[in-house]
């Protein structure tokens, strides 16, 4: 069977996001630059590179300026060297070509499990809301990355927008715990050692890492293995000391009923 290049599989989700973006579906794009729908299919699932002449008829037709093109070189430049386009250290494209994200998160619920009425309260902004609906898509994607969130128990008690939005926000989180490639658990509130900030560790699909840290001023983004086996280790931590998953479905539904009913 051949490997996936993740570069190519970057690239394929970075057209998805734009396509979806304007409104179209695979086959009026494949009308609007002259190839197949197929074609379109192959170059989204990262089983193709396209030449640099389609990445700028896209940008053409997704009205996206030079984003593809751009993509497209660094992507060049990145099999050239063995090593990551520059585009590839944004999270949030590192996130969509991902086998498995792993996840903390100490104030508020992960932005992938987060339901809307819950996320417009934290973004207050449209657009940033789009965004994160639409990084959601990943929950349901074929190949579905295993991903397992676990959230300190405060987060389940913070109220986000009122008792009406964390009551649907927490029977969000039952639904989500019941997919088969999704883990969620709570840690109890106490000391947990070596776990000092939220992060996300994303597995690409050739097993390298990309670990995402919550700072005061945003965030940062990094490969090193050194900053990686550091989140893994906090990561495993975590796990053993948070509850399983059926005891977290328990508590999440006590918590609607004694708080947020």
Known sequence: MQRIKPEFQSFGAEVRRLRKAAGLNQQRLADLV??????????????????????????????????????????????????????????????????????????VVYGLFQSEAYARVLLNDDDALKNRMRRQEILNRLPA???????????????????????????????????????????????????????????????????????AYGGETSSSPPHVALANEAMATLQAEALNVRDTRALIRRVIEERWT
């Open 34 to 107: 002259n190839v197949t729908r197929s074609y379109i299919t192959q170059v989204e699932c990262g089983r193709t590179r396209c030449r640099r002449d389609l990445a700028l008829r896209l940008d053409r037709a997704l009205k996206s300026g030079t984003t593809l093109a751009e993509a497209w070189d660094e992507l060049l430049e990145s099999i050239k060297s063995d090593k990551y386009p520059e585009f590839f250290a944004n999270f949030p494209r590192a996130e969509q070509s991902a086998s498995m994200l792993r996840s903390y998160e100490d104030r």
């Open 145 to 215: 990355p295993s991903i397992t969130g676990v959230m300190d128990e405060t987060v389940l008690y913070r109220e986000v927008g009122g008792k009406t939005v964390m009551r649907e926000q927490l029977e969000r989180l039952l639904e989500l715990s019941e997919m088969s490639n999704l883990n969620l658990q709570v840690a109890p509130i106490r000391y947990i050692r070596n776990v000092w900030a939220t992060f996300t560790i994303a597995t690409l699909p050739d097993q390298r890492q990309v670990v995402y840290t919550a700072k």
